[in-house]
């Protein structure tokens, strides 16, 4: 088991910038990649991006490509989104989430999630 605990969340007004960051515990070493979801209210679960946690190869939806940035500091067993040009429309619970080799964009791929942060941003 890989537990997942996010922070950083918070209220940001639009054009600002927040780093969230996920601190993974446990099994850490059956992790292979690691994502960022989003869920706004009424609407289903969406992929934000995801990292290789060796490699570190990166992948982005284009709803926040050239926005927003996913790293890992391996030492630490933390994934971190940097957050930048916020619109109101990014406004979601954010969670990171944990998968085996295959894992990739579909929620159904990770095994392991966090609890979730909230991000509002306000216009």
């Known amino acids: 088991q890989v537990q997942l605990v996010e922070s950083g969340g918070g209220l940001v007004q639009a054009g600002g910038s927040l780093r969230l960051s996920c601190a993974a515990s446990?099994?850490?070493?059956?992790?292979?990649?690691m994502g960022w979801f989003r869920q706004a209210p009424g609407k289903e679960r969406e992929f934000i991006a995801f990292?290789?946690?060796?490699?570190?190869?990166?992948y982005y939806a284009n709803s926040v490509k050239g926005r927003f940035t996913i790293s890992r500091d391996n030492a630490k067993n933390t994934v971190y989104l940097q957050m930048v040009s916020l619109k109101p429309e990014d406004t979601a619970v954010y969670y990171c989430?944990?998968?085996?080799?295959?894992?990739?964009?579909?929620?159904?791929?990770?095994?392991?999630w966090g609890q979730g942060t909230q991000v509002t941003v306000s216009s």
């Open positions: 989430a944990a998968g085996s080799v295959g894992a990739a964009v579909a929620v159904g791929e990770y095994n392991s």
């Open positions: 446990g099994r850490t070493f059956s992790i292979y990649r």
């Open positions: 990292i290789t946690w060796s490699a570190g190869s990166t």
